[in-house]
Nanobody, 126 residues
Framework: QVQLVESGGGLVQAGGSLRLSCAAS????????MGWFRQAPGKEREFVSR????????YYADSVKGRFTISRDNAKNTVYLQVNSLKPEDTAVYYC???????????????????WGQGTQVTVSS
């Protein structure tokens, strides 16, 4: 079982940036892929990004491509999500998740991820 703790959320003006972090514990961090999802009020949880176990492969939702960057530091057991050029529609609770079973598609399916953090709120004002 993997334990995940997110941090770095906050209130930011449109066009601003934040760096979200997710600290993992409980299993060898470098052995599994990690993802970020988000959930806005009244909406379903949606895929944001994913990074492979070694950090060589990344995936992004079309809505965040070119603005968000996922990365990981396996020495620090931490995955990051750099969020730039924020828009009010990016307002949501952001969750990190671990896919410890099989590193393969479908990468955007929340059911594929078996451990979740508690979430960190990102609010973008216009």
């Amino acid at each position: 079982q993997v334990q995940l703790v997110e941090s770095g959320g906050g209130l930011v003006q449109a066009g601003g940036s934040l760096r979200l972090s997710c600290a993992a514990s409980g299993r060898t961090f470098s052995s599994y892929a990690m993802g970020w999802f988000r959930q806005a009020p009244g909406k379903e949880r949606e895929f944001v990004s994913r990074i492979s176990a070694a950090g060589r492969t990344t995936y992004y939702a079309d809505s965040v491509k070119g603005r968000f960057t996922i990365s990981r530091d396996n020495a620090k057991n931490t995955v990051y999500l750099q969020v730039n050029s924020l828009k009010p529609e990016d307002t949501a609770v952001y969750y990190c998740a671990a896919d410890t079973i099989i590193d393969g598609p479908p990468y955007d399916n929340a059911d594929k991820y078996d451990s979740w953090g508690q979430g960190t709120q990102v609010t973008v004002s216009s």
